[in-house]
């Protein structure tokens, strides 16, 4: 099986994750502004189980191939490329097998100094770098990597088509 690439905006109208990236255009006015900074507030709304946990995801190239997703129940997740942009998959849940939905499966471009926001329960990939190696702000529930973890393994790989 195969999938193409595709915008965030496709991934955000299917209703797997909000969008995080910089205002842009005539309309984009700053929250808070100064002679020393522009503040762009309120651009997306995390609401974490619990604590907020912060860190950063370090993702190295490999093939264009996913085997396997994962997913968080209690908890949004924020990738945010810092460096670099890259792609990422994801895919609704199917609330009858508690599976991936193949029909919802998305892959996207994210842009650097953008980010995605992924809804709990949503599917989602390791990114796939551009470069060598690539890193993005993650953050999600404190608790997420001991206790909200859960995973699928697809019984053939999914290639990613540019």
């Not at 929250?31 to 619990?50: H, K, N, Q, W």
């Not at 029909?103 to 990114?127: C, D, E, K, Q, Y």
Request: charge should be negative.
């Amino acid at each position: 099986m195969a999938t193409k690439v595709t915008s965030l905006q496709t991934m955000a109208s299917k209703g797997i994750c909000q969008i995080v990236e910089l205002p842009k255009g005539e309309g984009a006015k700053p929250t808070i502004a100064s002679e020393v900074l522009d503040f762009y507030g309120r651009l997306a709304t995390v609401t974490p189980s619990g604590d907020l946990s912060l860190g950063f995801c370090v993702f190295r190239k490999r093939p264009l191939e996913v085997e396997e997703l994962e997913r968080h129940m209690d908890s949004q997740e924020l990738l945010f490329a810092v460096d670099d942009d890259f792609l990422i998959m994801a895919a609704l849940n199917d609330m009858a097998t508690g599976t991936p939905d193949l029909n919802s499966l998305t892959v996207a471009r994210v842009r650097r100094s953008s980010g995605v926001i992924f809804h709990p329960g949503v599917w989602h990939g390791v990114p796939f770098p551009f470069k060598e190696e690539s890193f993005a702000l993650v953050g999600f529930g404190t608790h997420t990597t001991d206790s909200d973890m859960h995973f699928h393994t697809f019984p053939e790989r999914i290639r990613i088509v540019i």
